[in-house]
């Protein structure tokens, strides 16, 4: 198979993905059309949900937040040549290892310490989670794809068992872990402003978007400044290519999902120690899966990841509205339009490509 003609940089990253974006707002408008809605007022009323008032923006940076995390975590393995579908799995167990550590560190301080003592067992639970599949790629040969999607199912089981038979609330009809200490709760940004003077609405946006914004700086200085991020492109260029250079091609791979699955902790430490103070069972979401579209559409760079994720976080949040004030377009449909954009972001990336490395060429060749 050859390899992609390369592109221009801005184009790779910013006209392939706008390019997407359009051809899912066509389909979208279509859509709306075909059940007798204007498109215009739909997405203007998306428009004014998700940016119009402090709530909707509150909201939005809230599902923002999530996707900035499950798309790093993509992101990172796809740069070591690792397609991670294991994000989701990685967030559920990453969920539990919070709860776990906080629960046991109560017995010794109610303070602020629980905060980094459930971040460490987030990303503890979360990096094994991912390490494993990573671990079975690099000594067994079983394809990184496929262990992750099993994961996923694996997390999902692991955690109904624990949550209804070991780390349930008693007395609660649901499968759920009781409350987390205070101390282990993440500030909110109504209370953050509110000691600065500041009302702010009230929304699930909490200090978990400042970790994944100074995630997303880390994980930027990891990849492209440091021995590290050179190793992990190597790696990801060739397994020749990397073993010629004296990398240990296997001790990456597990790595760098491990890594991954530390960042997919993020989400659950925006859920769990930030908006639901306990486990809930199916509390990721779907996020993870998102997350695999954020990264896409943000060409797997952090800055592209950041910005991709204000986008889904907007359309989650506009979707919402949209729902709330045109009962004919259901919550269903909303879930309908946003996996148009997640289809042509993913699926039909070669799609532009093709046709976008002719042009290109062509000009250069003139």
Known sequence: MSAPIPLPVWVDRVLMPASALATAALAAA?????????PAEALAIMLRGAL?????????????????FTGLAVALAYRAGLFNIGA?????????????????????????????IGIAGAMLFGALWGAIPGWLQAWRGSHVVITTIMFNFLAAIVSVYLLVNVMGKEGSMQPETRLIA???QLWTFQALFAALGIAIPATPLNFSFILALLAAFVVWIAIERSKFGFHLRLTGAGNESARYAGID????????????????????????MGVQHR?????????????????LMGRNHPVG??????????????????????PAITRDLIVTLSGLVIFCVGALDQLYRTPLARLFTRRVVR
């Open 30 to 38: 279509l859509l709306l059309l075909a059940i007798g809605e204007n």
């Open 52 to 68: 119009g008032s402090g709530e909707g923006i509150g909201f939005t940076l809230y599902y923002a937040t999530n996707f900035i």
């Open 88 to 116: 989701e799995g990685q967030a559920i167990m990453a969920g539990i290892g919070a709860a776990l550590m906080i629960f046991a560190a109560e017995r010794f301080t109610q303070g602020l310490l629980l905060v980094p």
């Open 182 to 184: 205070d101390g282990a």
């Open 249 to 272: 091609t296997r001790r990456m791979t597990v790595l760098a999902m491990a890594l991954s699955g530390a960042l997919a902790a993020g989400m659950a430490v925006n859920e769990v």
């Open 279 to 295: 486990v809930l069972i199916e509390f990721s979401s779907g996020y993870g899966f998102v997350g695999i579209a954020v990264a």
């Open 305 to 326: 990841v950041i910005l991709s994720a204000l986008l889904f976080g907007a359309l989650y949040q506009g979707g919402a509205e949209l729902a709330f004030e045109r």
